[in-house]
Every structure is written in C-alpha cells, then in structure tokens.
C-alpha cells in the first residue's frame, strides 16, 4: 500500500487551528517561562479554576512527592511540586485535552498513555530520580502524535492494524508505509511549535528509534531510553508477567541501557503494576 492523499502539512495545520489547549493552561505555561514570576502570581492564576486547583492538591499530596505533612493551601502545594514540576503537571493537563479529544479511539490511546507515563515515573524513582517530572510527563505525551493523525484522518489506525497483520509487520512500520510519515515526527513538530520543553520534543521524535540519538544532549539521551524502556514495559508486561525474570530481561533488551538485573526488573515491574492500579484508578496526576 502506498501513501496517497495523506499529507503531513494537513495534520499539522489543523493542529494549529484547534484550540486543544484550554486558557488557563496556556496562561500557567507562559507565567511560568517568565524568570522574575513569584509564586503568588502563578497561584493567582491556578487558583481561578478550582478543578486544577484540586488536581494540584492531589499531586503535591502524593507518595511521588513525598511530603511529611500534607499541603494545607495553595501556596504549599505549589512550591511543593517546584516551577519544574508544576510545569510538567500543566503540560500533563494540556496533554490529556488532546488525547481525550481527538477524533480517535482515545479511551485506548489515554490508557496506554497512563500506564507509560506512570511507569516511566517509576523507573526514574528507581534509576534517574532527577528525571522523575520529565519521566512523567513524557510518559504521557509520547504518542500525542497519534491523536492528531487520528483527527484528521480518522481510518488510518484501523488501516495500520491490518497492515500489520497482513504484512507482518509492526505497527509503527505499517503507519510508515501508509502515511509515509509517522507520529513520533509529527508530535514532534507540533509540541514544539506549542513551546514545550526540548527534552520532552526529542522523547516523542525518537521513542520508537533511538539509534540516531547521538547529536541531541545526554539528557534527553537518558530520558529518551528511559521513556522507551516504559513503553515496551506497557506493550509487553502480560506476555512478561509469565516468563521468567531472566526471559523478561531478554525481552527487554532495552533494560541494558540501564545496567538492570533480573532480580532488580522483577522487583520494578512489580512496582510498576501497583502504581498502574493505586495511581491509575485515583486518576493520580491527570
């Protein structure tokens, strides 16, 4: 099958014409860029929505945080999760606008978006702890490609399904041969030309392919096969779950990038499919 009417310039244009991001998200985004901003002008603005306003709460009151005495206002909460993370967690919000909006199979789409972004925050606990709100929110936004694809032509998914199938190949080799573009380079694009950070645009460019990873900074580098690592994780971990720990550690080749021994990827699969139930269920962070 060759690609025919889909095009590339489409998909980002009308990107660019719906209005996924919601005011207050674009507001934060930009107070927060600011250098000189204070914490009482960015709480000034959160506080005028109260649903962000207790989904801030939540995060800062988190295990993932782990504060001694939980947040009592406003103030506290957001200097718990610090400008870094209170950044991520509005590019979260903006994320799941996106992916629960699209003209898509999004409920499927969000799940597994969930479950990358939550394991990808427990391996950084594990291994990377200073990557731990970058971890999380390129979890969540890996795939965002997808969605706008999905927006703007609708059948490809199911077009992409039975391609793989017919033609043995993987998924993310039959949208190629469709589209003759992919979502990884089209998330990319689109975030950032919203402005988000580079690290988090070099995580959707390359998390299907980071062979060619090495001009880009060490940072994204770490996060990138960090992302990548929780992505098969979520992919694979029921047909994981009945092999051994030294078979999973084949199966995760990726795992190498990490230095991961079968005892310690047992131990951090386990972790991670308690988190996709505690956090997943409470809609923690989203």
Not at 77 to 104: E, M, N, P, Y
Not at 105 to 121: F, G, M, P, R, T
Not at 270 to 283: C, D, H, L, S
Request: aromatic letters at 6%; one cysteine or more; charged letters at 25%.
């Amino acid at each position: 099958m060759q690609a025919t009417h889909y095009k590339i310039e489409e998909v980002i244009e009308k990107a660019e014409c719906l209005s996924y991001m919601p005011t207050i998200v674009l507001k934060l985004m930009e107070r927060i860029s600011d250098p000189d901003v204070t914490v009482h002008e960015i709480v000034a603005v959160i506080e005028k929505d109260q649903g962000l306003v207790a989904r801030i709460f939540k995060v800062a009151n988190s295990s993932f945080y782990g504060r001694l005495q939980k947040a009592e206002n406003l103030t506290d909460a957001v200097i718990t999760l610090g400008l870094r993370g209170l950044k991520t967690f509005v590019i979260a919000q903006a994320v799941k606008q996106v992916l629960t909006t699209a003209d898509v199979d999004n409920h499927s789409l969000w799940e597994h978006a969930v479950k990358v972004s939550i394991s990808s925050a427990v391996l950084a606990k594990e291994l990377r702890y200073d990557m731990l709100e970058d971890a999380l929110v390129s979890g969540l936004v890996h795939d965002i490609g997808k969605a706008f694809i999905g927006s703007v032509y609708p059948e490809v998914y199911s077009l992409t399904h039975q391609t793989s199938i017919k033609d043995q190949i993987t998924c993310e080799e039959a949208e190629q041969v469709i589209l003759d573009f992919n979502h990884a380079e089209v998330g990319a694009l689109i975030t950032e030309k919203w402005g988000f950070p580079q690290k988090i645009v070099d995580v959707i460019r390359h998390h299907h392919s980071a062979d060619d990873i090495e001009e880009i900074c060490i940072e994204s580098q770490e996060i990138i096969h960090l992302v990548k690592l929780a992505n098969i994780v979520s992919n694979q971990y029921e047909a994981m779950s009945d092999s051994s720990p030294e078979n999973m550690v084949e199966i995760l080749h990726f795992a190498g990038a990490f230095d991961l021994t079968p005892d310690r990827l047992t131990h951090l699969l386990n972790e991670i499919k308690v988190r996709w139930k505690t956090e997943g269920e409470n809609g923690l962070f989203y």
